[in-house]
């Protein structure tokens, strides 16, 4: 079985950083492509970012693009989401998820496992 549990989240301000964890346990993840994903009150669960966990390729949405940044520990089966420039659009729960292919994918039904998310929210 595999686990995935996120930290990090909280109240912010507007032009605010937050560093998000998603540490991840019960398989090994060379194969896997971590993402990270993201769900607003009334709205579909939207496509953040995502890294493969051996090449460290990553993609972004374009949303995000240039204020959020995707890494990985590999020594501690661990995926981070450094998030820059905060605005009260980006409030949101953030979830980590895994995808058992490699290939890029920002579609969240490509991916097998999640965590149970973070709230993170921005104030104006």
């Known amino acids: 079985q595999v686990q995935l549990v996120e930290s990090g989240g909280g109240l912010v301000q507007a032009g605010d950083s937050l560093r998000l964890s998603c540490a991840a346990s019960?398989?090994?993840?060379?194969?896997?492509?971590m993402g990270w994903f993201r769900q607003a009150p009334g709205k579909g669960r939207e496509f953040v970012a995502s890294?493969?966990?051996?090449?460290?390729?990553?993609y972004y949405a374009d949303s995000v693009k240039d204020r959020f940044t995707i890494s990985r520990d590999n020594a501690k089966n661990t995926v981070y989401l450094q998030m820059n420039n905060l605005t009260p659009e980006d409030t949101a729960v953030y979830y980590c998820a895994a995808r058992t292919t490699p290939s890029d994918s920002s579609v969240p039904s490509d991916y097998t496992y999640w965590g149970q998310g973070t709230q993170v929210t921005v104030s104006s």
């Open positions: 019960g398989r090994t993840f060379s194969r896997y492509r």
């Open positions: 890294i493969t966990w051996s090449g460290g390729s990553t």
